[in-house]
């Protein structure tokens, strides 16, 4: 089992509507987690992070964390052509380092 | 604001080749990575440091080595570079980890070995 899962995608959705994004992880000791957006041929960039179980909303990003499900999910509301992208949910199980998942490609049409 | 540079946004090397890729942070950051990324295998560690001199293999530090001699800067070597080493190379700096901090990347090196 892989330590962090994320549907490969591609998720596809119209303008406007919500993308939810899901994220799975193995390490119950996990304490933070972290949601990052990565156009095509450049690095990731950080959009959000959660600790704590529940929500978490910045903007059109809402962060949502289960840790007795050991899961966590990024939605975008009014999602827009400009937020196509690959989405990579990272863990940080111990301290000293940061898991990734392989990433969800979104593809918002117009 | 964040800034992690690399030396080199492409590379074009021969098989057997020492190729060195070097990242630098101006934030004072403890903890440097070096992840390379293929497609649908995402990101995977190769070597970090969380302090000068100090490093720690990843999960794929095999055919790679790293130097961390200043804090500002970290570098990745492949020794003998081989045809599976073309990928895209990430470079990245963080605080040290608590529940606050994430890390900052550089905008890669992509390798291409022949």
């Known amino acids: 089992q892989k330590e962090v899962e994320q549907n490969s995608g591609p998720l596809s959705v119209p303008e406007g509507a919500i993308a939810s994004l899901n994220c799975t992880y193995s390490d119950r000791g996990s304490q933070s987690f972290f949601w990052y957006r990565q156009y095509s041929g450049k690095s990731p960039e950080l959009i959000m992070f959660?600790?704590?179980?529940g929500d978490k909303e910045d903007g059109r990003f809402t962060a949502q964390l289960n840790k007795a499900s050991q899961y966590v999910s990024l939605l975008i509301r009014d999602s827009q052509p400009s937020d196509s992208a690959t989405y990579l949910c990272a863990v940080n199980p111990n301290n000293n380092d940061m898991r990734f998942g392989a990433g969800t490609r979104l593809t918002v049409k117009p | 604001d964040v800034k992690v540079t690399q030396s080199s946004r492409y590379l074009v090397k021969r098989t057997g080749e020492k190729v060195f890729l070097e990242c630098v942070q101006d934030m004072d950051h403890e903890n440097m990575f070096w992840y390379r990324q293929d497609p649908g295998l995402g990101l995977r560690l190769i070597y970090f440091?969380?302090?000068?001199?100090?490093?720690e293999k990843g999960d794929i530090p095999e055919g790679y080595s790293v130097s961390r001699e200043k804090k500002e800067r970290f570098s990745l070597i492949l020794e003998s570079a081989s045809t599976n080493q073309t990928s895209m190379y990430l470079c990245a700096s963080s605080l040290p980890f608590g529940t606050q901090e994430t890390q900052y990347f550089g905008p890669g090196t992509r390798l291409l070995v022949l």
């Open positions: 440091s969380y302090d000068v001199k100090m490093k």
């Open positions: 959660i600790y704590s179980n």
